[in-house]
């Protein structure tokens, strides 16, 4: 009998001992709701003091703890607790997830015991949650672009369909009507180069960005004159400006450092920039101003116009793919709307970072920055 006794006694160690080696807090609470068994775990997962784990030590205590430090929200300390004890004393199976104050997230688990009682683990997921919430997100972003997209080529099959109608029909009238006179015909040619100009662009914008998405576009790194290639790119953009009498002014610094970059790939960005300063300064009263800072490591280069603007919550938007902010009527401006998202790409892959800074109606400020010194891998 005592042999019996004694082996009974080694399984209850074992089995005690071996409770020290789960992964999760476990725990006993008798009939009574008294703690009779517990590992470590338990303890540490649920951030109780060492004292709180003894033998018989009632489940108030661990509610009444719980709801002292604030666990379980405002109210009456006795009242948390004795809505706890009654739920307890149900002895039903039950699973929830707990968000401790700290952010931690606890699964528990309870199971009621044949003879009264229940055995419960409590379980730290909150590694599992946090991966779990990040691939929700990433799947609401991927379908939130995936719309983006098809908006995006819906948008693009009608805009290149409408320079072409207009390409078309011009072309059409003076096929049929040789005895169109001189200054409608001007006219209509002006509209067909205007539109083909436009087709052009959205045909490059979409190559372009065919290209970086595909690893395959070449870049030819040199050190550049950053006051030469804005020079350039505001000569060739003063007719357009002129056209629609908004003023166009460049601010250079006294001494100017080379920068490492692509001459063609920057002058497509200050290109970019510009035209797009241009297109929402307002006729007449319009101005866009471009600043080049030379700084120890690197240039600052600086578009400002005096348009509408963009809202905060638009300024990283404005840099994405497949995204257009409305203006100011809340139509979408002319265009792939891939321009700056191709400008970012630029950008980043010469080293440098691009933002914009708005407060409407305010005007807004694009910057971009290229880092000064030798060439840098392409």
Request: hydrophobic share 40%.
């Given at each position: 009998m005592?042999?019996e006794?004694?082996?009974?006694?080694?399984r209850?160690?074992?089995?005690?001992?071996g409770?020290e080696?789960?992964?999760?807090?476990?725990?006993?609470?008798?009939?009574?709701?008294?703690?009779?068994?517990?590992?470590?775990h338990?303890?540490?997962?649920?951030?109780?003091?060492?004292?709180?784990?003894?033998?018989?030590?009632?489940?108030?205590?661990?509610?009444?703890?719980?709801?002292?430090?604030?666990?379980?929200g405002?109210?009456?300390?006795?009242?948390?607790?004795?809505?706890?004890?009654?739920?307890?004393?149900k002895?039903?199976p039950?699973?929830?997830?707990?968000?401790?104050?700290?952010?931690?997230?606890i699964?528990?688990?309870?199971?009621p015991?044949?003879?009264?009682g229940?055995?419960?683990?409590?379980?730290?997921?909150?590694?599992?949650?946090t991966?779990?919430?990040s691939?929700?997100?990433?799947?609401?972003?991927?379908?939130e672009?995936?719309?983006?997209?098809?908006?995006?080529?819906?948008?693009?099959?009608?805009d290149l369909?409408?320079?072409?109608?207009?390409?078309r029909?011009?072309?059409?009238?003076?096929?049929?009507?040789?005895?169109?006179?001189?200054?409608?015909?001007?006219?209509f040619?002006?509209?067909?180069?205007?539109?083909?100009q436009?087709?052009?662009?959205?045909i490059?914008?979409?190559?372009?960005f065919?290209?970086?998405?595909?690893?395959?576009m070449?870049?030819?790194?040199?050190?550049?004159?950053?006051?030469?290639?804005?020079?350039?790119?505001?000569?060739?953009?003063?007719?357009m400006?002129?056209?629609?009498h908004?003023a166009?002014?460049?601010?250079l610094?006294?001494?100017?450092?080379?920068?490492?970059?692509?001459?063609?790939?920057l002058?497509q960005v200050?290109?970019?920039?510009?035209?797009?300063?241009?297109k929402?300064?307002?006729?007449?009263t319009g101005?866009?101003?471009?600043?080049?800072?030379?700084?120890?490591?690197?240039?600052?280069?600086?578009?400002?116009?005096?348009?509408?603007?963009?809202p905060?919550?638009?300024?990283?938007?404005?840099?994405?793919?497949?995204?257009q902010v409305?203006?100011?009527?809340?139509?979408?401006p002319?265009?792939?709307?891939?321009?700056?998202?191709?400008?970012?790409?630029?950008?980043?892959?010469?080293?440098?970072?691009?933002?914009?800074?708005s407060?409407?109606?305010?005007g807004?400020?694009?910057?971009f920055?290229?880092?000064?010194?030798?060439?840098?891998?392409?």
């Amino acid at each position: 009998m005592a042999s019996e006794e004694i082996k009974e006694a080694d399984r209850i160690h074992l089995l005690v001992g071996g409770l020290e080696y789960l992964a999760q807090g476990f725990s006993i609470f008798d009939r009574e709701l008294r703690l009779v068994a517990w590992n470590h775990h338990f303890l540490d997962v649920l951030d109780f003091p060492t004292e709180l784990g003894s033998f018989a030590r009632p489940l108030a205590d661990f509610f009444r703890f719980n709801a002292e430090r604030g666990d379980y929200g405002e109210g009456p300390i006795d009242e948390l607790v004795e809505a706890r004890i009654a739920l307890a004393k149900k002895a039903e199976p039950h699973c929830f997830e707990r968000v401790r104050p700290n952010g931690a997230v606890i699964e528990v688990r309870g199971t009621p015991l044949p003879g009264g009682g229940f055995v419960t683990t409590y379980t730290d997921v909150t590694e599992r949650k946090t991966w779990e919430n990040s691939l929700q997100a990433a799947k609401q972003k991927a379908e939130e672009a995936n719309r983006a997209k098809t908006a995006f080529l819906n948008m693009v099959t009608h805009d290149l369909r409408t320079p072409l109608t207009s390409i078309r029909s011009f072309a059409e009238i003076l096929s049929d009507d040789p005895e169109i006179d001189a200054d409608q015909r001007g006219e209509f040619l002006g509209v067909i180069n205007t539109e083909c100009q436009r087709l052009v662009r959205m045909i490059n914008d979409l190559l372009d960005f065919a290209k970086i998405e595909a690893g395959r576009m070449e870049w030819n790194i040199t050190d550049i004159d950053p006051a030469a290639l804005l020079k350039s790119a505001v000569t060739s953009l003063k007719p357009m400006f002129a056209e629609k009498h908004v003023a166009l002014e460049l601010t250079l610094p006294p001494q100017v450092s080379p920068v490492t970059g692509d001459v063609d790939r920057l002058t497509q960005v200050v290109i970019n920039l510009l035209s797009n300063a241009w297109k929402f300064a307002p006729r007449d009263t319009g101005r866009v101003d471009v600043r080049l800072e030379c700084g120890a490591s690197e240039a600052t280069i600086t578009v400002t116009d005096n348009g509408p603007g963009i809202p905060p919550d638009k300024h990283e938007e404005v840099f994405e793919e497949f995204r257009q902010v409305l203006d100011a009527s809340g139509a979408a401006p002319p265009g792939t709307g891939l321009g700056l998202a191709i400008c970012r790409r630029m950008i980043e892959h010469l080293g440098g970072r691009i933002w914009v800074e708005s407060t409407p109606p305010n005007g807004a400020t694009f910057r971009f920055t290229v880092p000064n010194g030798h060439a840098a891998q392409a």
